[in-house]
């Protein structure tokens, strides 16, 4: 292999693996940086903006709940048409003895009437206390949730675009290889002529060279759908990525303390212990069926016509109604015991939750120094690879190495250079892990400049409203 083709493939090796360097200018709307990217996804990612909209759904739990509080009033309207006719005798006392009369009524009317009746809760076992603070629970489990989806997102669009800019680079070099492939090849025919080497030199630097236009074609299918894949998570066409760097600065200098963070701040396991308080409350409002219940009723109602004697009338009325409950089949006892199993369940499940993002949290913490490690290996190992190249090329010349001892130190030093891309790629990608397994991947940590979604402005918006439709944006 000549000197000029070795530099070109050091020269692309160089350019694509460097993980710091200039920004490059955008092309169109194409987001160029990690931190674009994360915005947008961020923004229009349809996973999570689905999320957001079911946490505005559970939002109108509360003032489900809360209406328990506020009376029930209703009106009440009838008419209709009615028509009567009656025959009547009366047997008189008088002379002559036994006489009779006989009297014919008969007529139409028009009954009708309205009505209001106002229907106050005044003490049913503090169900609706307990069903408010229920929803409330829900609605900070549904919030918990939505950090869990914002992290997945947001960890979904760095290994997108990592994985992208680690096959662009894989591709520039298996095309760089290629090349150098193709002038080896001329080389060795050129020395097939001068006698210098046999045909089976250049059969096997045919043979390399067809491996290596192979690699391309897969390195090009591998770049294509890494592509496709940032189109889906990012939710815009990828443009010329810009090297991104790791988040190792937001996250604890040592395992001991990223487990404590992980363990009580991840959304995992803050919506676990909301789960046990919904729990808890479900069991409260099953207690409160065995307590009296008391309401207060006040109507009026205004009737014409209701007969034919009868113009109209008027009537109102205040009552209470007080109900203990004595026996109702035994239903309210089983959903009782029902609710306290799941109760225990759930403070299970806060265990759980909370042994499964330890593991999560080693395995990141494992897996990002195992990254860096790489690199230095990585880097180490290019480095030889480099020399060794240039020791078998020169030995070759003098006829102490074979075509085959160039080809195979050749690969040796393309195989280096994409294990340190892929080490590179690892990194970046390992440290916004462990900053999600701990619970801290979210815009604001890392500095995105992006309006937050606050899920408390939708909830204000609805949770005293007594009327209406509409439903609020949330901004």
Same mark, same amino acid.
């Given at each position: 292999?000549?000197?000029?083709?070795?530099?070109?493939?050091?020269?692309?090796?160089?350019?694509?693996?460097?993980?710091?360097?200039?920004?490059?200018?955008?092309?169109?709307?194409?987001?160029?940086?990690?931190?674009?990217?994360?915005? /947008?996804?961020?923004?229009?990612?349809?996973?999570?903006?689905?999320?957001?909209?079911?946490?505005?759904?559970?939002?109108?739990?509360?003032?489900?709940?809360?209406?328990?509080?506020?009376?029930?009033?209703?009106?009440?309207?009838?008419?209709?048409?009615?028509?009567?006719?009656?025959?009547?005798?009366?047997?008189?006392?008088?002379?002559?003895?036994?006489?009779?009369?006989?009297?014919?009524?008969?007529?139409?009317?028009?009954?009708?009437?309205?009505?209001?009746?106002?229907?106050?809760?005044?003490?049913?076992?503090?169900?609706?206390?307990?069903?408010?603070?229920?929803?409330?629970?829900?609605?900070?489990?549904?919030?918990?949730?939505?950090?869990?989806?914002?992290?997945?997102?947001?960890?979904?669009?760095?290994?997108?675009?990592?994985?992208?800019?680690?096959?662009?680079?894989?591709?520039?070099?298996?095309?760089?290889?290629?090349?150098?492939?193709?002038?080896?090849?001329?080389?060795?025919?050129?020395?097939?002529?001068?006698?210098?080497?046999?045909?089976?030199?250049?059969?096997?630097?045919?043979?390399?060279?067809?491996?290596?236009?192979?690699?391309?074609?897969?390195?090009?299918?591998?770049?294509?759908?890494?592509?496709?894949?940032?189109?889906?998570?990012?939710?815009?066409?990828?443009?010329?990525?810009?090297?991104?760097?790791?988040?190792?600065?937001?996250?604890?200098?040592?395992?001991?303390?990223?487990?404590?963070?992980?363990?009580?701040?991840?959304?995992?396991?803050?919506?676990?212990?909301?789960?046990?308080?919904?729990?808890?409350?479900?069991?409260?409002?099953?207690?409160?069926?065995?307590?009296?219940?008391?309401?207060?009723?006040?109507?009026?109602?205004?009737?014409?016509?209701?007969?034919?004697?009868?113009?109209?009338? /008027?009537?109102?009325?205040?009552?209470?109604?007080?109900?203990?409950?004595?026996?109702?089949?035994?239903?309210?006892?089983?959903?009782?015991?029902?609710?306290?199993?799941?109760?225990?369940?759930?403070?299970?499940?806060?265990?759980?939750?909370?042994?499964?993002?330890?593991?999560?949290?080693?395995?990141?913490?494992?897996?990002?120094?195992?990254?860096?490690?790489?690199?230095?290996?990585?880097?180490?190992?290019?480095?030889?690879?480099?020399?060794?190249?240039?020791?078998?090329?020169?030995?070759?010349?003098?006829?102490?190495?074979?075509?085959?001892?160039?080809?195979?130190?050749?690969?040796?030093?393309?195989?280096?250079?994409?294990?340190?891309?892929?080490?590179?790629?690892?990194?970046?990608?390992?440290?916004?892990?462990?900053?999600?397994?701990?619970?801290?991947?979210?815009?604001?940590?890392?500095?995105?400049?992006?309006?937050?979604?606050?899920?408390?402005?939708?909830?204000?918006?609805?949770?005293?409203?007594?009327?209406?439709?509409?439903?609020?944006?949330?901004?």
């Amino acid at each position: 292999m000549s000197g000029g083709g070795a530099r070109r493939l050091r020269t692309a090796s160089f350019v694509v693996v460097t993980i710091a360097g200039a920004t490059l200018p955008f092309a169109g709307a194409c987001a160029q940086t990690i931190e674009a990217a994360l915005v /947008f996804a961020y923004q229009h990612n349809p996973t999570l903006n689905a999320q957001r909209a079911l946490v505005r759904a559970t939002d109108e739990n509360v003032p489900q709940a809360l209406a328990g509080y506020r009376p029930r009033a209703s009106v009440t309207a009838n008419a209709g048409f009615q028509t009567l006719s009656t025959v009547t005798r009366e047997i008189g006392s008088t002379t002559p003895p036994g006489a009779s009369t006989i009297f014919n009524q008969s007529g139409s009317n028009i009954p009708r009437g309205v009505g209001a009746t106002i229907t106050q809760n005044v003490l049913n076992g503090f169900q609706t206390a307990n069903r408010t603070r229920q929803a409330e629970s829900q609605v900070l489990a549904a919030r918990e949730t939505l950090r869990t989806t914002e992290q997945t997102v947001l960890l979904n669009a760095v290994t997108a675009y990592m994985n992208l800019l680690r096959d662009v680079a894989i591709l520039v070099l298996q095309r760089s290889n290629m090349e150098s492939l193709d002038e080896q090849l001329r080389q060795t025919r050129t020395r097939l002529e001068s006698g210098n080497v046999t045909a089976t030199d250049v059969s096997q630097a045919e043979a390399r060279l067809a491996v290596g236009r192979t690699q391309v074609f897969a390195a090009e299918a591998n770049q294509e759908t890494s592509r496709a894949v940032f189109r889906q998570v990012v939710g815009l066409e990828a443009g010329r990525l810009v090297p991104a760097t790791s988040v190792d600065r937001f996250t604890p200098r040592s395992l001991p303390s990223a487990i404590a963070v992980g363990t009580a701040q991840h959304p995992i396991v803050v919506t676990a212990q909301h789960n046990v308080d919904i729990a808890l409350h479900q069991v409260k409002v099953a207690e409160g069926a065995l307590y009296p219940t008391l309401t207060l009723q006040g109507g009026v109602q205004k009737n014409y016509e209701t007969t034919l004697n009868a113009l109209e009338s /008027f009537s109102a009325s205040v009552a209470t109604q007080l109900s203990v409950p004595i026996y109702q089949g035994g239903a309210e006892y089983s959903a009782i015991r029902q609710a306290k199993e799941t109760q225990g369940q759930r403070q299970l499940d806060l265990s759980v939750a909370r042994d499964q993002i330890r593991v999560v949290v080693i395995q990141a913490w494992a897996l990002l120094e195992a990254s860096k490690k790489s690199i230095t290996s990585a880097t180490g190992q290019v480095t030889s690879a480099e020399a060794a190249l240039n020791g078998v090329r020169e030995e070759a010349r003098l006829g102490q190495r074979t075509t085959l001892d160039v080809l195979n130190a050749q690969q040796e030093l393309v195989n280096a250079r994409i294990a340190l891309v892929t080490a590179q790629r690892d990194r970046v990608v390992n440290s916004y892990a462990l900053l999600a397994a701990i619970g801290r991947l979210a815009p604001d940590v890392l500095g995105l400049t992006v309006p937050l979604y606050s899920a408390q402005v939708h909830y204000h918006q609805v949770r005293d409203a007594w009327a209406g439709v509409r439903t609020p944006d949330g901004r």
